[in-house]
């Protein structure tokens, strides 16, 4: 069973809100609840990385799965609208060289789609037949055939709530 259906029963015996389909109409306790976990897990992480505490990490990046699948079905967000965030993300890859060098020479003049107006250097990676593009700093950048999350079909007639 996946975390997010583990968590989901959890709630269920704990008595917590869950809705079934996306909403922002939600108790104000409800939200606030979401946004205050979702923060002290994050600082336990940042404060166990400082402290180079291996079990407090492990522990806060698993409490942070909890906590944000809790958040999740407190708002009703389907969790196969990952599947978007996936697809995005590896949209961010280049299918070819080609591609690359193109995705390379937009970039270093302004063009790209994303960051028209902003030249910024770049460096090509190549996985096996997956080819990557990074800034200075080691920033993945996006393909220029990148495409964006839709999540219009996750919410009530595709529009924003």
Not at 15 to 25: A, Y
Not at 93 to 100: G, I, L, N, P, V
Not at 111 to 136: A, M, R, S, W
Request: glycine share 4%.
């Amino acid at each position: 069973m996946c975390s997010y259906k583990r968590v989901k029963r959890w709630s269920q015996i704990a008595g917590l809100t869950i809705k079934n389909e996306f909403t922002l109409d939600v108790e104000e306790v409800d939200k606030r609840l979401a946004i205050d976990l979702i923060q002290e897990e994050f600082q336990e992480l940042k404060d166990a990385i400082k402290e180079s505490n291996a079990a407090e990490v492990i522990d806060a990046l698993n409490d942070l799965q909890w906590v944000v699948d809790r958040a999740k079905q407190t708002f009703g967000v389907k969790p196969n609208s990952f599947n978007e965030l996936v697809n995005s993300n590896h949209s961010k890859f280049c299918d070819s060289k080609e591609e690359a060098i193109e995705t390379q020479r937009l970039y270093a003049e302004g063009l790209h789609p994303n960051k028209i107006g902003v030249k910024i250097e770049t460096t090509i990676h190549e996985y096996d037949t997956i080819f990557t593009l990074k800034d200075k700093n080691g920033k993945l950048l996006k393909s220029k055939n990148f495409i964006d999350c839709d999540y219009s079909k996750y919410l009530k007639n595709g529009k924003r709530q």
